[in-house]
């Protein structure tokens, strides 16, 4: 049985930086992505970045030059650093990884940016 458990999530000041990661449990086979998304409280769940399986990666518009995807295989957990954070930055953010045609997610860890 697979499992993503999402962390790092929290409270900061705009400007500040986070950390989450997913570490995963149980076998995957041929992942194609793994990516982080986010959803905040009357919108859709979006996309903000994405580690594609041949090691390129996609950001989405307001995560580009602040956010970073990576991965360390040794304890199976993907990262999402998210550096000079703003409000709008503020939802419940999910680990996704899609391998062997289906769809995996975790629970989502809240972040909040608060002035």
């Known amino acids: 049985q697979v499992q993503l458990v999402e962390s790092g999530g929290g409270l900061v000041q705009p400007g500040g930086s986070l950390r989450l990661s997913c570490t995963v449990s149980?076998?995957?086979?041929?992942?194609?992505?793994m990516g982080w998304y986010r959803q905040s409280p009357g919108k859709q769940r979006e996309l903000v970045a994405a580690?594609?399986?041949?090691?390129?990666?996609n950001y989405a518009a307001s995560a580009k030059g602040r956010f970073t995807i990576s991965r360390d295989n040794a304890k199976n957990t993907v990262y999402l650093q998210m550096n000079s954070l703003t409000p709008e930055d503020t939802a419940v953010y999910y680990c996704?990884?899609?391998?062997?045609?289906?769809?995996?997610w975790g629970q989502g860890t809240q972040v909040i940016v608060f002035s």
């Open positions: 996704n990884i899609i391998s062997g045609g289906y769809d995996y």
């Open positions: 580690l594609n399986s041949g090691g390129s990666t």
């Open positions: 149980g076998t995957l086979f041929s992942i194609t992505r």
